[in-house]
């Protein structure tokens, strides 16, 4: 059984998915179960990866994370999601890239945000 929105790894190949609708099956890459993978949401590390949401006046930035993560080749933020009443909005990054995000959403005209940010290295984040 899986849940919308769940993020899975392979750990064969390192594909990474995201449920966009739950089933019954069982998700299974390389000819082995996909590894479900949690969202941490307390750094421990010297990297910081939760991320942080600031208001502005176009919307929310979102920045991972305390500190500035890497943005290196072999070591960075690959994705940061906002989802907002259910609705999911995702911004894809690369290596040079800031570690941030911004995002066109009015925080006072939504009830529930929920962020999570994707690390090539350390997996998935959330605040
Ligand atoms: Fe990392």
């Known amino acids: 059984m899986t849940e919308k929105g769940a993020v899975y790894r392979c750990k064969v190949c390192d594909n990474v998915i ?16 996909m590894i479900l993978l ?10 910081k990866h939760v991320p942080i949401v600031e ?44 570690p941030q995000a911004q995002f066109a959403l009015d925080p006072d005209e939504v009830s529930q945000i929920s962020v999570r940010s994707f690390c090539s290295i350390h997996g998935l984040w959330r605040s």
């Open 18 to 33: 995201e449920v966009l609708q739950d089933g019954e099956g069982e998700l299974v890459c390389c000819q082995v179960p």
């Open 38 to 47: 949690e969202a941490r949401k307390e750094d421990t590390g010297q990297e």
């Open 55 to 98: 208001k502005t006046e176009g919307g929310l930035l979102v920045k991972v994370g305390e500190v500035a993560h890497p943005m290196e080749e072999n070591h960075c933020i690959d994705w940061i999601e906002v989802k907002a009443d259910g609705n999911i909005y995702r911004q894809t990054l690369q290596p040079g890239d800031q």
